[in-house]
């Protein structure tokens, strides 16, 4: 990837879509017009009533109207010269070069009443004025939006503090609240299953008398005469009754389970308060993806602009009989051209028409963007790879501590990722590039989908439509097999394909456990980031709106333009907060299970093979280390 950016750096050239150019083909900026940053356009109407598709294509997709680079936007009027009124000047010479003279009134002029009848409205220029005025509304609107971004900013950030400080006190207190949130939850949804076995029967009582059946009304989309029918709330009780049966059921088998879900979600919350520093990791994800960014906009930028520029001479004006012979077919050089060449066509100008695309290189382009685009999604998947095995080794040394936190080692998080970019990089690589692979026929299907959805019958579409979630499946599939197969190599160290199988073939010898954690940890989770999110977010309307005031002129609700802008922003700013923080909470948990499979599997409790789970852990489950070395204990 690096010499594909070295070779898009060679052939590209930026300067072509980071500054503009003037009519000339210099560029605004810098060189000779270094202190002329800005653009100007003689008459800018003309870019929004140029509607003849060939003719803009032929200008080069440039407003046709003459374009100079100046230092700022000019104040004053310009005028036309007092040479132009001599008498062997043709007014018509004068007004195609697109300049006015101010002194005339034309409210009051009576040049312009014989000239009526040769004009002709045309409704397609309203249209495009039309969308021009649209275009500097919507401006305002951007303008007013940032004044609000620019006067509630440290109010902003105050919410995004408060939502970090809301995530973080959760996941520290779950190792108290853990086991009532969870039984409260469990007990929520018995009991909303009995008021609906009893609501169910109440309603089947009292249409006991009634005369109707389903079979007497039939089928009807009036869904509220069903409702009427006794029969109907005779199939709700038995299909509630039979749920709330297999809940209590699944309750009293899973008991043992659900407490072990609930002593390593504990064990997690224990294991973060002593790695602080873990949480902040999300943050040097988030740095490494916006270099990945920045690496696929710069290559796809020098890649666009591989080809050198063609620049061919136009007319801007073909109303002239000398004008219509230029086509656009001869090439010329910006910095060289003079419209002396033509002298029957003084509006001909040497215009940009695209870049070049002849050379091995451009013929190749759009191959190269394809690929380009791939490297990027590798990258961003091993950033993530990179990311989940690096929390994984902090969090494995943890649990494999036999003395916590006496034996936990130094800075387990910076450890881990220098050991992960040391020694585990190619096994990384080579998952993320499996899991890019199957993102890559994903797109693919999806863009053939795109483009043939009009023209598709039934029986493809279902085909279609099959095949992406079968992809879709396998997606999940991959992510879920690389997570597990990134926390055995982080404990092990063993190569990829390996630790995949290992990781697997544990889960599955344990796969009620798995599910019983997952959906656990899921709910907690979920309730976790509502509370985040809504709370910072009612505070934030509450405040951004005016119904909480501060003391004093600090800031009023009433200066801001749209109060609802902040408010998005604080509610959007505390979801990825608690999700950066929640998803290192999750590694954490999924980190401590396979540990704890593996330490059921590996020891037993002897001398020699001592368990390293907690004393709960083991209290659940009924296990206890034999023996105990002098001066060794658990916390």
Partial sequence: ???????????????????????????????????????????????????????????????????????????????????????????????????????????????????????????????????????????????????????????????????????????????????????????????????????????????????ATISNIGFTTNFAVYLQVQETWLAFLIIISVVEAILLLTLIFLRTRILIAIALIQESSKAISHMMSSLLYPLVTFVLLLVCVAYWGATALYLATSGGPIYKVVALNSTLNDCKMINGTVDCDPQNFTSSDYPGCPSASCIFIKYNNEGLFQRNLFNLQIYNVVAFLWCVNFVIALGQCTLAGAFSSYYWAFTKPADIPMFPVCGSFIRSLRYHVGSLAFGALILTLVQIVRMILEYIDHKTKAAQNPCARFILCCLKCCLWCLEKFIKFINRNAYIMIAIYGKNFCVSAKNAFSLLMRNVVRVVVLDKVTDLLLFFGKLLVVAGVGILSFFFFSGRILLPGSTFRSETLNYYWMPIITVVFGSYLIAHGFFSVYNMCVDTLFLCFLEDLERNDGSLQKPYFMSKNLMKILNKSNKAQKKGKGKD
Wanted: aromatic fraction near 14%; proline fraction near 6%; charged fraction near 10%.
């Fill in 1 to 211: 990837m690096c010499i594909f950016f070295l070779s898009a750096w060679l052939f590209g050239d930026p300067r072509h879509v980071l500054y503009p150019r003037n009519s000339t083909g210099w560029f605004c900026g810098i060189g000779p017009n270094k202190g002329q940053p800005n653009l100007l356009y003689f008459d800018i109407l003309k870019c929004a009533t140029s509607v003849n598709v060939m003719a803009t294509a032929l200008n080069g997709f440039q407003c046709p109207t003459t374009q100079v680079c100046v230092d700022s936007c000019p104040t004053q009027f310009w005028a036309v010269g007092i040479q132009a009124y001599f008498p062997n000047v043709k007014p018509k010479d004068v007004f195609n070069q697109s300049l006015c003279v101010p002194s005339i009134n034309l409210m009051n002029t009576t040049l312009v009443s014989p000239m009526l009848k040769h004009f002709v409205f045309i409704k397609d220029g309203l249209h495009n004025n039309q969308d021009l005025v649209n275009g500097f509304n919507a401006r305002e609107i951007g303008v007013r939006i940032f004044e609000d971004f620019a006067s509630s900013w440290p109010w902003i950030l105050l919410g995004l503090l408060i939502a970090m400080v809301v995530s973080m006190l959760f996941l520290l207190l779950l190792r108290f609240t853990a086991p009532v949130m969870v039984w409260v939850l469990i007990i929520g949804v018995l009991g909303a299953g009995a008021y609906g076995i009893w609501h169910c029967y109440w309603e089947y009582a009292n249409y006991k008398q009634a005369s």
